[in-house]
């Protein structure tokens, strides 16, 4: 036994684990075992069911429930006569957590959060799922599923039974006709995300609010590809509020995953790569839309972050912090007026507090600020008579000391694993924010992380490894993995035409076909053929905070059949979105599927096909992306290695060709040129 061992009372099964969330509770009294066939094998042999309880490092009531729970004797004496207990990593197992999260949606009929707590037969069947429980609630629950199991097993098989065929019919999608691609759509789905808008502070109206990228995303396409101004509106509304708000780090950079209140005030505190690697994109390509500073100013300071708290010596990206510090959420980003009294300049103090909304008995609870702008900077300036140097020059000053006085507290808890499908984002933020600010750091972050996945996560044969710590990989990557790692390597083929990148994109999409494309219904399946199977093999379907993994397969293979002239990819795209055309429209609720609305504006518009070729290609490309130009790809160099490319190097000169279903309009040199032929509808 190591002395790691050894110097714990306790020691459970997840000691050998690297999963930071499963390490927290290595040393609980609960005998807590890792999702495993040892797991399983057990509850069948000694004939218990099975607790199923699901978290992630960075949630707060997870951290809540272990330590009035699964820290306490008493709790786990029961849970250890009576149970098997598992431990699940919602970030490393999202099958799993998809499986047990949908089995508490249909046993409360409402939404469920995290912890996750689900009984289950020892075959792994769940017989009922629930969220947070205090301890005596939590023991109550324990007792009952106990006393079930011992006297009416026939009523939890057919609890089993229930649940195990609504979990299985969930991902159930008829295979849709083929449509013509209407225009009238396309605006009926930016209306299903407008009706919901908060037009005062931006994001959906009411509490909590999320930043739901990909709405967004669909928003501005929406605006730059048709000239619908309320679009724009909506997403610049929001980006402002964001930007402004207490969601938004304003000291050191970087969102929260939400804010509790609804003016994007009070965050829950902790931050997560997927969010800020999502924002990092959208926030790039508003700037280049609107030009507007505040926008620089985000991607300059989240870039500034993300390399100084979340990125390894390889270049890899960590997955969160942590909502609490030193046991308390929020703690290390928080301020008294007594320590801002202390730290900020006499001469600034007042001016500071204004600025940041800031007041003596606190903007939020326990007499504590949280730095957020009540208004513009604009309209303070012009308030407050101050010029924009002096104003520059006060928050230069002020932010040095806050920032050197808060690096000395105790930091938020890091969640060091490495997910392929979150870093793919970020990486796809990265290439975003070189294409509109033009900034070598941030092409050259990507690239570094890239070669990281590349080297790192990728295996033989093209298959992925899901998650990286200590130098370790071990869980074979989901549909999600592949199809945002796809979109990262086309993306960074996009800033660089170093054609490796998309080589590498074209593997890991056939890959994916191979093991994970079900061709009953024209959809992939979220885990690979390889996977040992769970009680139901599920598919991502609906957009989230995260864009659905078949949304982002059939825009990728939408892409990929422009670059290589592969008829049958834009085949399988077209029937992919011919599937959900129909459930989109129906449900009006365009916030599920707003990356698949994305698609079908792209269908809608044929892509432009931008061909750059020559020895000035990396100079005009460059110049040229800095505009932003929604549903259009980006091929060229000074070799003809794609049927698109062929017949177009001129001796001598750099040659722009702008292109659509492979038809192309008469070259031209320059790129103002080729901007005239860029229309869209």
């Not at 991607?299 to 909502?323: H, K, P, Q, V």
């Not at 070669?451 to 490894?465: A, I, P, T, Y």
């Not at 079900?518 to 996977?531: A, C, P, Q």
Request: glycine share 6%; hydrophobic share 35%.
């Amino acid at each position: 036994m190591s002395s790691q061992q050894t110097d714990h009372l306790h020691t459970n099964h997840l000691i050998s684990e690297n999963s930071p969330y499963l390490l927290q509770h290595a040393h609980n009294p609960v005998d807590w075992y890792p999702w495993s066939d040892e797991a399983l094998a057990k509850a069948a042999k000694e004939d218990k069911l099975l607790v199923i309880s699901i978290g992630y490092a960075a949630c707060h009531w997870c951290h809540v429930m272990e330590h009035e729970s699964f820290e306490d004797d008493s709790v786990a004496m029961v849970m250890n006569a009576d149970f098997v207990s598992i431990k699940v990593d919602r970030e490393e197992r999202p099958d799993i957590d998809d499986v047990y999260m949908t089995a508490c949606q249909l046993s409360s009929g409402r939404g469920c959060g995290w912890p996750l707590n689900a009984f289950a037969l020892p075959d792994g069947r769940p017989v009922w799922a629930g969220t947070y429980f205090p301890k005596d609630q939590w023991m109550g629950i324990l007792k009952q599923f106990r006393d079930l199991w011992q006297n009416d097993r026939a009523k939890l098989e057919e609890y089993a039974d229930k649940l195990t065929s609504g979990i299985q019919s969930q991902d159930q999608i008829m295979v849709g006709a083929p449509t013509p691609f209407e225009r009238v759509h396309v605006d009926t789905m930016a209306a299903g995300l407008l009706r919901s808008i908060d037009w005062s502070k931006g994001g959906r109206s009411g509490a909590p609010k999320f930043p739901m990228p990909v709405n967004y995303s669909y928003l501005l396409d929406h605006h730059v590809m048709t000239g619908d101004a309320k679009s724009l509106e909506a997403v610049n509304i929001t980006l402002d509020e964001m930007a402004r708000g207490g969601i938004y780090d304003q000291l050191g950079g970087g969102f929260a995953r939400y804010s509790v209140d609804d003016a994007w005030l009070v965050p829950h505190f902790e931050k997560m790569m997927y969010d800020n690697g999502q924002l990092m994109s959208l926030y790039s390509k508003a700037y280049q839309v609107t030009g507007r500073d505040q926008y620089r100013r985000v991607i300059a300071e989240t870039t500034d972050w993300l390399a100084r708290e979340m990125t390894n010596d390889l270049g890899g990206f960590y997955s969160s912090l942590d909502a609490d510090s030193d046991g308390e959420e929020g703690k290390f980003y928080v301020w008294t007026w007594a320590e801002l009294q202390e730290l900020i300049a006499p001469d600034d103090f007042d001016l500071f507090v204004k600025y940041y909304g800031c007041t003596e008995e606190g903007n939020w609870e326990h007499d504590k600020n949280i730095l957020h702008l009540p208004v513009n900077r604009t309209t303070f300036l012009a308030t407050e008579g101050i010029s924009e140097n002096d104003l520059e020059g006060l928050l230069k000053r002020s932010h040095g000391a806050l920032f050197d006085y808060r690096e000395k507290r105790v930091r938020p808890g890091l969640d060091d694993k490495i997910l392929t499908s979150w870093n793919a984002l970020m990486l796809c933020g990265l290439v975003d924010a070189y294409k509109a600010l033009g900034e070598d750091r941030h092409l050259q972050m990507a690239i570094k992380n890239a070669e990281f996945l590349r080297d790192q996560l990728l295996k033989d044969g093209n298959r992925l490894d899901r998650n990286y710590k200590d130098g370790t990989s071990k869980i074979n990557a989901f549909l999600d993995d592949y199809a945002l790692l796809t979109r990262a390597y086309c993306a960074l083929y996009e800033a660089t035409f170093d054609i490796g990148w998309l080589n590498l994109a074209k593997d890991l999409t056939d890959y994916a076909i191979e093991h994970f494309y079900d061709d009953s219904n024209k959809l992939f399946n979220y885990t690979s053929n390889l996977d040992a199977p769970l009680v139901a093999r599920k598919k991502e379907i609906n957009d989230n905070v995260i864009p659905a993994s078949n949304s982002t397969m059939a825009r990728n293979l939408n892409f990929l059949s422009h670059y290589f002239s592969d008829e049958e990819y834009s085949r399988m795209s077209d029937r992919m979105i011919f599937n959900i055309t129909e459930p989109i429209l129906q449900s009006g609720q365009t916030s599920f599927y707003a990356n698949w609305a994305l698609l079908y504006l792209e269908k809608l518009h044929p892509t432009f096909e931008v061909v750059i070729m020559g020895s000035d290609h990396a100079d005009l490309r460059a110049e040229m992306q800095k505009t932003y130009y929604p549903n259009t790809i980006y091929l060229g160099g000074d070799n003809e290695t794609f049927p698109l490319m062929e017949s177009k190097l001129v001796d001598g000169q750099t040659t722009i060709y702008i292109c659509q279903n492979r038809v192309c309009q008469f070259p031209v040199n320059s790129v103002a040129e080729a901007s005239e032929q860029i229309k869209f509808l």
